[in-house]
Structure formats: C-alpha cells, structure tokens
C-alpha cells in the first residue's frame, strides 16, 4: 500500500487492520506519536490525516490509503514551527509523553480557529496530561496564535 506521510510518499506491506500508529512507528520509524491508551481516549497518538486531527491508533491502515498524514516530525525539522517554539518558551511539557498529540492537537485547532478563546481551547484540547500542564498548555497557544 502507497502512503504519503509529511509530503514522503512510503510504501508498506502491511495487513489492511494494522492501526496507523504502528505503521508510522514500526514500519516508517516515525517515533514521535506515542501510544498512550490504544483506544483513542488519550490522544497521545494524535495525527492530521487530510488536515482533521484523529487518534492514528484507532485508524485501519486501509481507511488512509489515499490521504495525507501530518505528524509531530512533519511539522519541522528544527522545532521551528511556531507552536513547537510556543511549548518551548513557555516550557510546557513535564514528563512529555503526551506533548506530541498536545502539540498537534493545538495545531489542528489554531488551523480552525487563529484566535481561540480560553473557553474554545479547553473545548477544543480534550488530550489528556497525567502531569497536569493544562494551563501552560493553554498559554502556549495563545502564545502560538499570536505568532502566527
């Protein structure tokens, strides 16, 4: 199966079930979306597929065959994507486990919404972070759509 992921287009020879997130870490060795809960709750293997965040370890391999995927690598290659730099500079993550689906989440939302209220990120970022950093979380966008 053909598969375009951040612009590379791959092919992998994988059962039509196989969930995305173990193409994209296994197969591709893309190991930045992490596996969290393996029931789409936690959102730590957040991804964009045609521009729409979902949760790669409930999606079959055979459901994306002819779209686009974005992951936390496909952003930049320096953390220069601007709220890679917001996380940064307001030192968002603590253990970091969940920051890459966190980090997409945002990036999904500042896509829909350049400007989101306090009322619309708490809506729109339902990402779960054992640590608690919900509200660094919170200023790193504000502080991403301000730049963008």
Same mark, same amino acid.
């Given at each position: 199966? +053909?598969?375009?992921? +951040?612009?590379?287009?791959?092919?992998?020879?994988?059962?039509?079930?196989?969930?995305?997130?173990?193409?994209?870490?296994? $197969?591709?060795?893309?190991?930045?979306?992490?596996?969290?809960?393996?029931?789409?709750q936690? #959102?730590a293997? $957040?991804?964009? *597929?045609?521009?729409? %965040?979902?949760?790669?370890?409930?999606?079959p391999?055979?459901?994306?065959?002819?779209s686009?995927i974005?992951?936390?690598?496909?952003? $930049?290659?320096?953390?220069?994507?601007?709220?890679?730099? @917001?996380?940064?500079?307001?030192?968002?993550?603590?253990?970091?486990?969940?920051?890459? #689906?966190?980090?997409?989440?945002?990036? @999904? %939302? %500042?896509?829909?919404?350049?400007?989101?209220?306090?009322e619309?990120?708490d809506?729109?970022?339902?990402?779960?972070?054992?640590?608690?950093?919900?509200s660094? *979380?919170?200023?790193?966008?504000?502080?991403?759509?301000?730049? %963008?």
């Amino acid at each position: 199966m +053909n598969l375009t992921v +951040n612009d590379i287009n791959y092919k992998v020879d994988v059962e039509d079930d196989t969930p995305l997130l173990w193409v994209l870490r296994d $197969s591709l060795g893309l190991k930045g979306t992490k596996f969290g809960c393996g029931i789409a709750q936690c #959102g730590a293997c $957040s991804v964009m *597929i045609n521009g729409v %965040l979902q949760r790669s370890c409930s999606v079959p391999i055979a459901a994306v065959k002819d779209s686009h995927i974005r992951t936390i690598e496909g952003l $930049s290659d320096d953390n220069s994507h601007p709220v890679q730099q @917001a996380w940064i500079e307001e030192d968002v993550p603590q253990c970091g486990y969940c920051q890459s #689906g966190q980090v997409m989440a945002a990036t @999904a %939302l %500042l896509a829909q919404t350049p400007k989101p209220s306090d009322e619309q990120i708490d809506q729109a970022m339902t990402n779960i972070c054992r640590c608690g950093s919900y509200s660094r *979380i919170r200023k790193a966008i504000h502080r991403a759509a301000d730049s %963008l």
